[in-house]
C-alpha cells in the first residue's frame, strides 16, 4: 500500500489562496488515483476531488472553478492549489489514494490508503 504525507495547510484570509502537498512513498504511486477530501468540526469526511491517471478528474461541485489537482509522478507527489478560498473551506484536508481501476474513488469507503491530515483555516 502507499503510504501519504500532507503538507501546505495553513491559516489564510477569504479570497485568498493555498496549495497543499501529498508526497507518496512507494512504487506504486503510477497504480493509484490520487484526490482530496476534507472533513469541517462536526461533520462526515467529505469528497474534494479525485484524479485517475488516465488523466479523468471529478471535482466535487462546492469546489469546481476554485480548486485544481496536480500530480508529478516523478516526485511522487500530487498537489491541490486552492483559489478564491471562502470560510466553509476550513477543514483538515486528506490527501486520498485509490486503486486507478475503481470507478467509484469519491467514495471514501473505496479509499485505499489516507494521508494523516493537514489543517486549512480561512478567516472572514
Known amino acids: 500500500q502507499v503510504q501519504l504525507a500532507e503538507s501546505g495547510g495553513a491559516l489564510v484570509q477569504a479570497g485568498g489562496s493555498l496549495r497543499l502537498s501529498c508526497a507518496a512513498s512507494?512504487?506504486?504511486?503510477?497504480?493509484?488515483?490520487m484526490g482530496w477530501f476534507r472533513q469541517a468540526p462536526g461533520d462526515e469526511r467529505e469528497f474534494v476531488v479525485i484524479?485517475?491517471?488516465?488523466?479523468?478528474?471529478y471535482y466535487a461541485y462546492s469546489v469546481e472553478g476554485r480548486f485544481t489537482i496536480s500530480r508529478d509522478n516523478a516526485k511522487n507527489t500530487v498537489y491541490l492549489q486552492m483559489n478564491s478560498l471562502k470560510p466553509e473551506d476550513t477543514a483538515v484536508y486528506y490527501c486520498?489514494?485509490?486503486?486507478?481501476?475503481?470507478?467509484?474513488?469519491?467514495?471514501?469507503?473505496?479509499?485505499?490508503?489516507w494521508g494523516q491530515g493537514t489543517q486549512v483555516t480561512v478567516s472572514s
Open positions: 512507494g512504487r506504486t504511486f503510477r497504480s493509484y488515483a
Open positions: 484524479s485517475w491517471t488516465s488523466g479523468m478528474t
Open positions: 486520498a489514494a485509490c486503486l486507478d481501476f475503481k470507478s467509484s474513488c469519491h467514495r471514501k469507503d473505496d479509499i485505499n490508503s
